[in-house]
Structure formats: C-alpha cells, structure tokens
C-alpha cells in the first residue's frame, strides 16, 4: 500500500543535541512538508518542497532544517538553535486529492 | 486576524444527534477547502474536499459560502466513533501550501 512512513514514532532529545526525523513516501507525489502541532493548537508549516534538490521555508523554519535528495525522502533535522523542540511532528505529502500525513513522530525534550 | 479560525469547542452532544461546524477564513482569493478529521494522538485525515455547490458524502456535508468566507461541516445521526478533532483547511491561489485551522473537537456521548 501507498503511504508515506515517519520514524521514530517517539524522539528523545537532551538539550543541545541535533536530532533527524526521517519521512519516506512512495505515493510518487512531489510535494513534501513538515508540519508541526502543539496541544490544542493547528499545524504549523515548518518547510515544504515541491521538487527535488529544492525546499522553501515555512512560517516557523528557525531552528530546523531539511534537505530533499530523492524525491521519496524529506528529512527534518531539529537542531539545539530550536529553543523549544517539544512537539508532534507530522510529514505530508499532496497528491491530486488533498494531503496524505504520516503517522506522526512525538519529540520530548529531556 | 487568522487566516484561518474555528471554535475549538468542545461540542458534546448525544449520539444521534446533529452537529455543525463552521471555519472563516479571510484570504478572498482561497481557492480549495477542506475539513480533516484527527483522532487522538493520531495524524489527520482528509475526510472530504468542499466544492461551491457543496459535497455530501453519508452523514457528512459540507458547504463553501465565498460571500461570507466561511465553510461548514454538518454531521446528521451522530455517532460515538464521530468523537475526534475536525480541522479545516484551505489553499490560496497559486500556492503549495495549505493552512490549517487549529480543529474544533467534538465528543459524541451515548
């Protein structure tokens, strides 16, 4: 089945530490995001790509980076610049009807 | 102003009964709508598109008014699986991005 796969599904991370979210999709779509969501809050765009080798800031990129090598793949680094890193961290991916989300990846500061 | 904004509720009402919500959103030129449901702790999920003449799928409708900018989310014979947090979403113009509203949660109680 067609999908699009986050790991890990939980994230552990010390203070000062830069850690990867992985996202792969095998939906062929070329559009790729990273949202993320605080409680009782929307989602917020953190960066999007619409095509290989190319990726745009969203509203909330300080912090974060990304990189888009293969079309399947769109990993989110959350680097120690990201003062408050605590979230759920959902990819996406857009085909002709709407977004298809991963299941989501839940960050803890510790 | 949001660009997007909903009544984050909670709506608690009886199973069977009926149920709407409404989003309102200031961009004009928004082209695309959308409501999403999300479970707890779960990605969303695209539950259906809003189209100007308005859409039905089972118990479900939804309706676009560009005059008021608004769109509306009616759920008929509630059940207690309908319990979740429905977020609206829209696209402007020309554009790869999507906003979200921050999702109106409904809990359905037998």
């Known amino acids: 089945d067609g999908g699009i796969t986050q790991s890990p599904k939980y994230l552990f991370r010390k203070e000062g530490q830069n850690v990867t979210l992985s996202c792969e999709q095998n939906l062929n779509h070329d559009a790729m995001y990273w949202y993320r969501q605080d409680p009782g809050q929307g989602l917020r765009l953190i960066y999007y790509?619409?095509?290989?080798?190319?990726?745009q800031k969203g509203d909330i990129a300080e912090g974060y980076s990304v990189s888009r090598e293969k079309k399947e793949s769109f990993p989110l680094t959350v680097t120690s610049a990201q003062k408050n890193p605590t979230a759920f961290y959902l990819c996406a991916s857009t085909g002709r009807t709407g977004y298809t989300f991963g299941s989501g990846t839940r960050l803890t500061v510790v | 102003r949001k660009e997007v904004e909903q009544d984050p509720g909670p709506f608690n009402v009886p199973e069977g009964a009926t149920v709407a919500f409404n989003c309102t959103y200031s961009n004009s030129a928004s082209q695309s709508f959308f409501w999403y449901r999300q479970d707890c702790r779960k990605e969303p999920k695209l539950l259906m598109s809003?189209?100007?003449s308005g859409n039905e799928d089972g118990r479900f409708t939804a309706q676009l008014n560009r005059a008021s900018q608004y769109i509306s989310l009616l759920i008929r014979d509630s059940k207690l699986s309908d319990s979740a947090t429905y977020l609206c979403?829209?696209?402007?113009?020309?554009?790869?991005?999507?906003?979200f509203g921050a999702g109106t949660r409904l809990f359905v109680k037998a």
């Open positions: 790509s619409q095509i290989v080798n190319d990726f």
């Open positions: 979403a829209l696209e402007n113009t020309g554009g790869f991005k999507t906003i």
């Open positions: 809003v189209y100007s």
